[in-house]
């Protein structure tokens, strides 16, 4: 079956810290690949997406390749801020006939300390 | 206004009890999901429709049943709730296979 594996958290990081969030997964075929960030009280808002190998998903400074090879989609940020404290998820999507389902991994805890 | 809207935002029962969570969507998506969200699990599918006259079960819908009234309304109905059922739910939508946007969740709690 499919299934995403993420780092387990939480992960605490001083403001401009790096941040790698690893994230692997376990596919029959070829899955699209996605990060989620939920934000405290708030519901999943997708944060970038790659659809194909090599691709690259970026968004307010986040940064994830889509690696065949190692089966990964790690998400970097070069600098965190404050606001970047949320909960993080990775998920991966099989088309199965005209459905689009996710399979979500347990998510990643980030608190971002001033 | 919210594009996905779940209700009610929270809710406290007890077990044996009827309950429906409600979801709403402005968006005109013809795909709608509810999934719960446990600590240390994510999100697992719970069942998901792809317009009014299509249901699927998805991962975990033993002890759920879902009714899709309209194209922007989706309801979960757990007929008789258990405090294994004590989670956070969420509804999402899509048009497609384009990504899904999520509602603010529900949380459920039953004594």
């Known amino acids: 079956g499919n299934s995403v594996t993420q780092m387990e958290g939480p992960v605490t990081l001083s403001e401009e810290a790096f941040l790698t969030i690893n994230c692997t997964y376990t596919a029959t075929g070829y899955p699209s690949l996605f990060w989620y960030v939920q934000y405290p009280g708030e519901g999943l808002q997708l944060l970038l997406k790659a659809t194909k190998a090599d691709d690259k998903g970026s968004n307010k400074g986040f940064e994830a390749t889509y690696r065949k090879e190692t089966t990964s989609f790690h998400l970097e940020k070069g600098s965190v801020q404050v606001s970047d404290s949320a909960v993080y998820f990775c998920?991966?999507?099989?088309?199965?006939?005209?459905?689009?389902?996710?399979?979500f991994g347990s998510g990643t805890q980030l608190t971002v300390l001033p | 206004d919210a594009d996905v809207t779940q209700t009610p935002r929270n809710r406290i029962t007890k077990t044996g009890k009827r309950i429906m969570l409600e979801c709403s969507q402005t968006?005109?998506?013809?795909?709608m999901y509810w999934y719960r969200q446990d600590p240390g699990l994510g999100l697992r599918l719970i069942y998901y429709?792809?317009?009014?006259?299509?249901?699927n079960k998805g991962e975990i819908s033993d002890g759920y049943s879902v009714s899709r009234q309209a194209q922007a309304k989706f309801s979960l109905s757990l007929e008789s709730a258990i405090p294994n059922q004590t989670a956070l739910y969420f509804c999402?939508?899509?048009?497609?296979?384009?990504?899904?946007?999520f509602g603010d969740g529900t949380r459920l709690s039953i004594l």
């Open positions: 429709s792809f317009d009014v006259k299509d249901i």
């Open positions: 998920a991966l999507s099989l088309d199965s006939g005209s459905a689009r389902q996710l399979t």
């Open positions: 999402a939508t899509s048009e497609g296979v384009q990504p899904q946007h």
């Open positions: 968006k005109g998506h013809d795909r």
